[in-house]
């Protein structure tokens, strides 16, 4: 009798479970007699939490395995509610109102920017800038912006030129974008908030499940809803699209991997990946929107260096089950580096464009190249929700641990 998938993966993967949590938490291990073995990284210094052995060998048993839409459709929901019950929020908890605060507007080339915070929990404020375009767009698209790790001042989470330039040129499009900061970055991070905390992971989801809600209620069309990030943001990408089926299009930018979850602990932090008789990776995370449109923007200088002969033909014969092939696509560039620069936007607008029905020709030139003139680089300040006008609220919650999550 053939095994099921759930059993094989459970006796491979026994080995890779001990494996992984030795490969999260250093660099370099001892083995048993002594001698210090490397850890395998990728070009960018990644930590591999898998064996290229053990990445190919889960591959295998996916195509083995996984042979009708109905069985993807049944992995797929293990999945979500593996993501749910490892970071606690199965069931979801009681959505409260967002109470939304915004700041001044700002009225830019074709766009206006306004920053808000909301209530995605009592007192649990999610900030952020909202991005629109100049011209009336009766129910136009929405796109959520999670941010990377960028902790660095100078080059800064959702601050950096390259994050508001693309919120820019997709809002010119005729998108609402959200661009919202990481828990524990940004305005927050000043009042008390950390990003290296147990339950970032499970705050974070949340934030982005309500960071929807958000968009829906300021009458963005919510059957055209995106997501897009670079880095730890390509995560949060995923990871939203996998848990909340109101994303309908994903391009998790170069994050994507067969080997690598990532190393934060917003990312490894709680076992979302594993529990005692299950495994996944981040490859069938991403997967979890099929067949709705997926692009993955890949580089051949980070760990999503093998997308296009390992990631990639696995999740478009996912998406072939459904006879939608064509839903997935992947844009390597394999002399780019980790990031989501100029050619990485470049890549991610005609997708948008074709999938979210926006106006492709006001964010890029028939050439290809891009109509960034008028852009504005704000100052991060600038781009801060709370100020004299707008005070931070007393009753508002200043440090992670604080929290109370309702479940009425």
């Known amino acids: 009798m053939k095994p099921t998938f759930k059993i094989t993966s459970f006796l491979f993967f026994m080995l890779t479970i001990v494996l992984s949590s030795l490969y999260i938490s250093c660099t370099n291990n001892k083995s048993k007699t002594g001698k210090t073995t490397e850890v395998q990284k990728s070009k960018a210094g990644q930590i591999y939490q898998w064996s290229e052995t053990e990445g190919n060998e889960f591959l295998r048993q996916i195509r083995q395995n996984i042979t009708t839409p109905e069985a993807w459709k049944k992995r797929a929901k293990l999945i979500r509610t593996q993501i749910l019950l490892a970071t606690g929020l199965e069931p979801l908890p009681e959505k409260c109102p967002l109470n939304p605060i915004y700041g001044e507007t700002r009225i830019f080339d074709g766009y206006q920017v306004d920053n808000v915070a909301f209530e995605s929990l009592p007192g649990v404020y999610v ?29 800064y989470g959702r601050y950096r030129p390259d994050v508001q330039k693309r919120c820019a040129a997709m809002a010119r499009m005729g998108a609402i974008v ?36 958000f ?17 730890g943001g390509g995560t949060q990408t995923f990871q939203i699209a996998a848990v909340d089926s109101r994303i309908s299009v994903s391009v998790p930018v170069v994050m994507v991997s067969n080997r690598h979850f990532g190393g934060c602990i917003c990312e490894l932090g709680m076992p979302i990946h ?8 981040n490859v069938e995370i991403a997967a979890c929107i099929a067949p709705n449109p ?48 100029y050619n990485k936007r470049a890549a991610v607008y005609p997708f948008l464009a074709k999938h979210l029905g926006l106006d492709l020709s006001k964010a890029m030139n028939p050439d290809g190249t891009l109509i960034e003139k008028g852009i504005v680089i704000e100052e991060i300040e600038d781009l801060y929700t709370f100020d004299e006008n707008h005070p931070f609220p007393d009753d508002a919650i200043r440090n992670n641990d604080d929290i109370v999550w309702d479940w009425h």
């Not at 011209?135 to 001042?153: A, F, M, R, T």
């Open 274 to 281: 594993k529990n005692k008789d299950f495994v996944t990776n």
């Open 178 to 213: 959200f661009s919202y900061d990481m828990v524990g970055y940004g305005q927050l991070a000043e009042f008390g908030w950390q990003h290296k905390h147990p339950e970032t992971m499970k705050l974070q989801i949340w934030n982005g499940i309500r960071a929807i809600d």
């Open 294 to 341: 997926l692009l993955l923007v890949s580089v051949g200088t980070d760990a999503t260096e093998t997308t296009p002969e390992v990631e990639y033909p696995i999740i478009k014969y996912i998406y072939g089950l459904f006879g939608k092939s064509e839903m997935v696509e992947n844009a390597h560039l394999p002399d780019d580096q980790h990031g989501y620069d």
């Open 127 to 155: 900030t952020g800038s909202l991005y629109s375009s100049t011209e009336v767009n009766e129910k136009p698209p929405g796109i959520l912006s999670p941010h990377g790790h960028w902790p660095n001042k100078e080059d």
């Open 215 to 231: 968009l829906i209620s300021r009458g963005v069309n919510p059957e055209l809803i995106g997501c897009t990030g670079a880095s």
